[in-house]
T-cell receptor, first 113, second 110 residues
Framework: DVKVTQSSRYLVKRTGEKVFLECVQD?????MFWYRQDPGLGLRLIYF???????EKGDIPEGYSVSREKKERFSLILESASTNQTSMYLC????????????FGSGTRLTVV | SQQGEEDPQALSIQEGENATMNCSYK?????LQWYRQNSGRGLVHLIL?????REKHSGRLRVTLDTSKKSSSLLITASRAADTASYFC??????????FGTGTRLLVSP
């Protein structure tokens, strides 16, 4: 069964900590995405990547960075966590052809205290 | 940037009834997709409709697309309690980058 795996389901971090959220897909997809989901705001795109070592800013990249050293892994980094980064983080992947939908991971609920 | 806006924000129906959700968007698109999210989980892809298609079916799902009005609708027929979830439309304006709406919360009561 193909899937996208996010390393943590729940995470609690302190303000100022550097936080790593990991995402791994086993479908050999070229595209990978990081979204955050907040009540009333829906899903907002943070960063995405079309290939290894490539990254593009989404709509809300401030305070985040990403790394894609291998095709199957896309990491989201919170350089210095703040309370306004408390959110549900969703990773997704898709093949390069645009007629396929995304496959999402189960999400990481991050709380910054 | 929020491209899609779903309507209604919340919908409550009885099992066996049909549920209709609407989505409006702002710019030209390559395709429009619908996703389901069970509480606190990731999203699951339901159906994709291309910009040159007007209607598409998948099981109990029927999606329509009106590009002149920049709107789409998702119809779930003969709803079941297991259909209780949030439903999101998402638009692909190019480069496979999806922009999601804020979702419709559907509650199906037994």
């Amino acid at each position: 069964d193909v899937k996208v795996t996010q390393s943590s389901r729940y995470l609690v971090k302190r303000t100022g900590e550097k936080v790593f959220l990991e995402c791994v897909q086993d479908m050999d997809h070229e595209n990978m995405f990081w979204y955050r989901q907040d009540p009333g705001l829906g899903l907002r795109l943070i960063y995405f990547s079309y290939d290894v070592k490539m990254k593009e800013k989404g709509d809300i990249p401030e305070g985040y960075s990403v790394s894609r050293e291998k095709k199957e892994r896309f990491s989201l980094i919170l350089e210095s966590a703040s309370t306004n980064q408390t959110s549900m983080y969703l990773c997704a992947s898709s093949p390069s052809r645009s007629l396929y939908g995304y496959t999402f991971g189960s999400g990481t609920r991050l709380t910054v205290v | 940037s929020q491209q899609g806006e779903e309507d209604p924000q919340a919908l409550s129906i009885q099992e066996g009834e049909n549920a209709t959700m609407n989505c409006s968007y702002k710019t030209s698109i390559n395709n429009l997709q619908w996703y389901r999210q069970n509480s606190g989980r990731g999203l699951v892809h339901l159906i994709l409709i291309r910009s040159n298609e007007r209607e598409k079916h998948s099981g109990r799902l029927r999606v329509t697309l009106d590009t002149s009005k920049k709107s789409s609708s998702l119809l779930i027929t003969a709803s079941r309690a297991a259909d209780t979830a949030s439903y999101f439309c998402a638009t692909d304006a190019g480069f496979q980058k999806l922009v999601f709406g804020t979702g419709t919360r559907l509650l199906v009561s037994p």
